[in-house]
């Protein structure tokens, strides 16, 4: 232990990790403790680090990685050896997928025995293990390094696209002492973690002149574009050059949903006739049918401002790269935009707002249907209401109908407050993404989740109480996997696969933990429960009962579900 009063004092590994972590303003840790970080937990938080204990260290790993979305700082995630760091893989591999800057610290095993497969206790070669799903993976293996390797792992996660990291700190190394002054030469801080990445002026003018001829342009808000809180830039140029814009699903309420430029009400339209694409921030991936026939035209031109040069022409020619940070890259079109070059042609305007409009009537009539029992729309027209006056709420949606039609019909007014499923359609997200939501803004979150998306961190809702978090969250309890009336076709009594429990009591489970259980059977109901809950600012769970035949098999895409029309064999 560390002895202040002495300059020869000796201090170890543990004390270096607080230290390091402090000098560079990580100030939470979300984990799982146990051998050998079980003293790292207790030190951090007895030194002012916010620790967040979990019962999962994928949660933990989720709860950290939204963290470093919202607040570009890479949010850290501590595991135990082997087990507990393969629990956590998941979230670092979907942190580098989505491009959220997470670091995982982990434990492990004495390496001399683990390279010798000598059968040590929590045995793993980690750092490999994490290699293909990280960013970057860094092993600590001597104790005056430990600033160093974080110094590098924070770099590592931030920079560029931003991405998961691993840190592995063996326990002899956590253990191991030195004396403090060597210790205090050791810490590093990182200057300018994310440097500004400008794009070149060529790039900019060959983007603004393929922009300039556009009779149909249109703008792709990705996550990437919420990432760079360029939020006031990014509007302007919307708005003077009154150009379209579709956000992608976690960058809506960049700008607001109402707003009069998007084309979120005439998404299929919109993709399929305009001439010029501007991508801000989003991939040409599955989420985008890959730039290609028949979501797009053949001949659309693209503009695409990314800070990964790999990322251009990945799928599809892109006409004008702008290769930079997009806090840069938009200022500089916006400086290099002269008034009056770039005006979105009114024809263009006026289809965009007839086939906007068809849509919505649409929308309304399926939101004003009130079926017994409720379906997606009933449902979540409700929690859309509720949450209309209250922007500044966080918004977490996993499942698959769940997500889908609640992408659709839950409106979002201010940026990077809506977080989902994102770029893997990953499932266990929920209950991390709120706990990390809430705990680095102290604003409440509403989960909406479907019944089996919510099994997968349901024990979570133990750590919202505990933490006392500001979270409700919402089950869409249709009773199964995309729908709750799929039958054994063996004849037998086991559910089918995707059957779950339709008459589940989800509410009882939070009230074991002292929080608030609730159920609504109708939107009336649903609405009063979540305003209640949300007043109350406690830990709550509302169990919501959906029309089991509701959903649809795969939400909204099922175009990407192989069948073996197993019934029509029958
Ligand atoms: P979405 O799923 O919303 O379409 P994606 O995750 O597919 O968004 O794309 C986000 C893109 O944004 C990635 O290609 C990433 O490299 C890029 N990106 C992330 N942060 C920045 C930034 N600060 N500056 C420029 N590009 C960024
Ligand atoms: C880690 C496969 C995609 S969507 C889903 C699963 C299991 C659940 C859909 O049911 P839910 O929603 O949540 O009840 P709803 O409204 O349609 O009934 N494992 C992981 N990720 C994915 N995507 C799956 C499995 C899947
Ligand atoms: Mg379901």
Redesign the pocket.
């Known amino acids: 232990m560390e002895n202040k009063t002495s300059s020869t004092s000796i201090t170890n590994g543990f004390h270096l990790v607080v230290d390091a972590m402090k000098l560079n303003g990580l100030d939470t840790i979300y984990g799982v403790a146990g051998i050998p970080v079980t003293d790292l937990t207790r030190l951090a938080q007895a030194e002012g680090i916010r620790y967040i204990g979990f019962h999962h260290e994928q949660s933990a790993g989720n709860a950290a990685a939204i963290s470093g979305y919202l607040t570009q700082k890479p949010g850290t995630c501590l595991t135990v050896s082997a087990p507990g760091f393969l629990n956590g893989m998941v979230a670092l591999a979907n942190s580098t997928?989505?491009?959220f800057p997470m670091i995982q610290i982990s434990g492990s095993s004495d390496r001399a025995l683990v390279d010798l497969q000598q059968g040590e206790y929590e045995e793993l070669d980690q750092m490999n293990a994490a290699k293909p799903y990280a960013k970057a993976a860094y092993r600590v293996d001597r104790v005056e390094d430990i600033s160093i390797g974080l110094a590098r792992a924070i770099r590592a996660a931030v920079s560029?696209?931003?991405g998961g990291v691993y840190l592995d700190f063996p326990g002899d190394v956590l253990a191991a002492t030195l004396d403090t002054e060597t210790a205090a030469r050791s810490l590093v801080r990182v200057v300018d973690a994310?440097p500004r990445?400008l794009p070149a002026p060529e790039s900019v003018k060959r983007a603004i002149e393929v922009l300039a001829k556009a009779e149909r342009p249109l703008i792709?808000?990705?996550?990437?574009?919420?990432?760079?809180q360029?939020d006031a830039d990014i509007r302007a140029f919307i708005e003077k050059t009154g150009i379209p814009f579709q956000?992608?699903?976690?960058?809506k309420g960049l700008l607001p949903d109402d707003h009069p430029q998007s084309t979120a009400a005439a998404r299929s339209y919109a993709l399929a006739q305009a001439d010029v694409v501007v991508?801000?921030?989003?991939?040409l991936?599955w989420?985008?049918g890959h730039g290609k026939s028949p979501q797009w035209s053949p001949a659309a031109q693209f503009v695409q401002?990314?800070?990964?040069a790999t990322?251009i022409d990945s799928n599809r020619a892109i006409a004008a790269p702008v290769v930079?940070?997009?806090?840069?890259?938009v200022s500089a079109l916006l400086a290099m935009l002269k008034p009056g070059q770039i005006r979105a042609p009114s024809a263009w305007l006026d289809q965009l707002a007839q086939h906007k409009q068809r849509n919505q009537e649409r929308m309304a009539s399926r939101l004003a249907a009130n079926p017994d029992p409720m379906d997606f729309y009933s449902a979540l027209g409700a929690i859309n209401g509720v949450l209309a006056d209250k922007p500044e709420i966080y918004v977490v949606n996993e499942g698959a109908n769940t997500l889908d039609i609640g992408r659709n019909v839950i409106d979002m007014r201010m940026p990077r407050k809506r977080l989902d499923s994102?770029?893997w359609g990953v499932m266990g997200i929920g209950m991390g993404y709120a706990i990390g939501a809430a705990v680095v803004s102290g604003k409440p979150v509403v989960a909406i989740e479907g019944d089996s998306a919510f099994g997968f961190s349901g024990m979570e809702i133990g750590t919202i109480c505990r933490y006392h978090l500001p979270i409700v969250t919402v089950v869409f309890n249709n009773g199964g996997i995309y729908r709750g009336d799929d039958v054994n076709h063996s004849g037998g009594t086991d559910p089918a696969p995707t059957v779950l429990m339709k008459d589940a009591c989800y509410e009882k489970l939070i009230e074991a933990f002292g929080g608030d259980g609730y159920y609504a059977a109708d939107p009336q109901d649903l609405a009063k429960a979540l305003t209640d809950a949300l007043a109350s600012g406690k830990p709550a769970l509302i169990n919501c009962p959906i029309d089991p035949t509701a959903g649809t098999e795969s939400g909204h895409i099922s175009n990407l579900n192989p069948q073996s029309n197993i019934t029509e064999k029958k």
């Open positions: 997928t989505n491009g560029g696209r931003p994310i990445q792709i808000l990705g996550k990437g574009a919420a990432y760079a360029a956000p992608m699903s976690m960058a991508l801000i921030g989003a991939r991936n989420l985008l401002l990314d800070i990964e990322e930079g940070d997009i806090a840069s890259s994102g770029t």
